[in-house]
């Protein structure tokens, strides 16, 4: 008899784990580059494992908000995720470096530092926090837009309502430039658009484009004053627990799928952008850039006072080429 008992446990145990689906959490609606991607990724390792392991997306942020769905995968809630750099700052320090304003040159700059040794020691202070990052996805430049008028000058913004993203430094780079920050969930800056809770906020052409609030918020202004890359990232329990050659399966897929998301990126950035203009958006350049990184001074100054041990990570990015 208990000769039987054994494999049928054995076959059990097996056919759960089979079951078994890693659940991912996204903000974006389904056909944004950053959704496609992780779409890839899933289909990747379903094919690659022979379906062992499957990964599903839950797009348009159903799983909740970003901060909270950070959490969720540090604690093993949800497995994976696409998440900005931006608001894992208050978990991850040294993931700050990439949100201080105009410290990349543009979004080259920012590949090279992202894939090369910096972005390995950023990688390794998320693990530290329970979060593996498989890969670097794009995410553009972000740039102001309101329902007022055109920034042209620091100015421009003084007092203007603007949304951030959940982190206190993007508040005290709204502040130095004289508005106020109102740091607000992503799902919820349509409305606040509409209803004039907020007068403005800022973000990448895609994003802008995605939510609509291009409908409701028809100034962008080109200050490009953050460029923040995103990470594929994994529950580093769930992580740490598959076979090598699993871990190399899922990293390989990773970094593929982070390939076709750059791909995706570039062409839906310049799509987005036609799109919002043809819609009536008035769209300006920002010619005097430098007035708006010199307001940055206090910014950093600040910054370096809170974190004194991140000066050698802010120095390697720059002397980065
Ligand atoms: C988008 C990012 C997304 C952020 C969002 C925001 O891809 O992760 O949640 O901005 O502004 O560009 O909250």
Redesign the pocket.
Known sequence: MLKFVAPLCALALTATSAAAEWRGWN??VPD?P?SLGMDKFGELLDERTEGRITARTYHS?ILG??PDAIEQVRLGGIDFA???L??MGPIVEATNVVSLPFIFKDLDHMHRVMDGPIGEEISAAMEQEGLVALAWYD??S?SFYNTKHPILEPQDLTGMKM????NELFVGMVEALGGNATP???GE?YQSLKTGVVDG????W??YESTNHYEVAGYYSATNHLI?P?CLCINADLYNGLSAEDQEIVKQAARESATLQRQLWAERSAESQKKVEAAGVKFNEVTDKAAFQKAMEPVYARFLEEHPSLETLIDEIKATD
Do not use: K, L, T
């Open positions: 903000i974006h944004y950053v942020g908000d970003q696409v998440f900005n931006g608001p995410s553009g972000r949304r951030v993203m959940n607000m969930a992503f800056v906020a800022e973000n990448n895609p994003s923040i995103e």
